[in-house]
């Protein structure tokens, strides 16, 4: 069988984005006539055939998106809520925001409220023991369309950074600067932990550099959470050469406790985190870290929801999305020398 010309096919072949060629074929004023030209001619060539019967239970739906995040102060989910709101706006929808505090009874909650608010598709980072189905049966029961950011799980579409290859890139950088022995500090159990410390030891473990991510190691995704991990592993009498945080709010809490203690990051241990958010380039000495592009996912993301809207959620297999990542070095690694 000749596979189904989607919208997404139509957007690439016009070289617009999804949601542009959505306002096009659903008669939007808002596109210039020639932008609209290239979609229409796209759509021609193609043999796309718009699912009106989808465009006009659109119509009756209330043209707005759930997004549900952990909170706002962490720039990363600042900068990704942002770019969900500009390809949204765009596309002539309204975002509702929740903030799950990392909770999965809220955010459960949370996600039933924008659904009895009759929200046209939901956009989240989940939880890290969110039950991926109980979270199918609730939004499949309403027949609300969902796409997960940044963490995730089997079955639903998603877009997050390549972590494994970012943690893999982080982890050559720390071996060829001749670390024998990285802690990796904060964060709870979730994909992006999990595919985090994958890469680290891919990396590292071949080069002879022991990695050591004990539960005990584990924190909230705060600055209090950070301080934390470091304190309970200089208790346990360690002393590595090199401290990876879960991410830059993490590694903020990782430099005070250090301080506290008398150590200095980037001298005495080098110090490396991940997102690369405005906080990392800020610290003194500055942060490497790895850069996930929230930006990207955000944006990404509200367009592959987009795409199941415009097409009526029917007939698009699960869609994966991996944003490739960059390791942005700085003196916290790049200063750092091996102990004598």
């Not at 139509?10 to 030209?37: D, H, M, N, Q, Y």
């Not at 909770?103 to 909650?109: I, K, P, T, V, Y």
């Not at 639903?156 to 050559?172: I, P, Q, R």
Request: glycine share 8%; charged share 20%.
């Amino acid at each position: 069988m000749t596979p189904r010309i989607t919208l997404e096919d139509v957007s690439k072949a016009a070289g617009v984005s999804k949601s542009t060629a959505s306002l096009v074929v659903r008669g939007s004023s808002r596109i210039p006539e020639s932008t609209a030209a290239k979609v229409r001619e796209a759509m021609d060539q193609l043999g796309y055939v718009y699912n009106r019967s989808a465009a006009n239970l659109r119509q009756s739906h209330s043209m707005t998106i759930g997004l549900v995040v952990t909170e706002i102060i962490n720039p990363y989910f600042a900068e990704l809520a942002m770019a969900v709101d500009e390809i949204t706006h765009e596309a002539g929808y309204t975002i509702f925001i929740g903030y799950s505090r990392d909770l999965a009874d809220r955010q459960h909650e949370i996600i039933a409220s924008m659904i009895e608010r009759q929200v046209d598709g939901l956009l989240l980072l989940p939880a890290p023991d969110t039950d991926p189905e109980k979270l199918a049966k609730q939004v499949n029961a309403a027949g609300v369309p969902l796409a997960l950011l940044a963490r995730r799980f089997p079955g639903f579409d998603y877009v997050g950074s390549n972590n494994v290859k970012g943690a893999t890139l982080l982890g050559e950088h720390l071996a060829a600067l001749g670390c024998r022995s990285v802690a990796f500090l904060g964060g709870r159990s979730a994909s992006s932990l999990t595919e985090r410390e994958e890469g680290l030891r891919k990396s590292l473990e071949p080069n002879g550099c022991d990695v050591w991510s004990p539960d005990e190691l584990r924190s909230p995704i705060t600055p209090e959470g950070g301080s934390a991990a470091v304190a309970r592993l200089f208790d346990l009498g360690r002393l590595p050469d090199a401290i990876i945080a879960y991410n830059d709010i993490v590694a903020q809490g990782i430099y005070d406790e250090m301080r506290r203690r008398g150590l200095e990051p980037g001298r005495d241990i080098a110090v490396a985190s991940f997102d690369d958010t405005r906080i990392a380039a800020g610290q003194v000495p500055p942060l490497t870290s790895v850069a996930g592009f929230p930006q990207q996912v955000g944006a990404k993301g509200a367009e592959m929801l987009m795409t199941r809207l415009a097409d009526g959620n029917a007939d698009i297999p699960t869609q994966l999305t991996l944003i490739q990542p960059q390791l942005k070095i700085r003196s916290s690694t790049a200063t750092w020398r091996t102990r004598t």
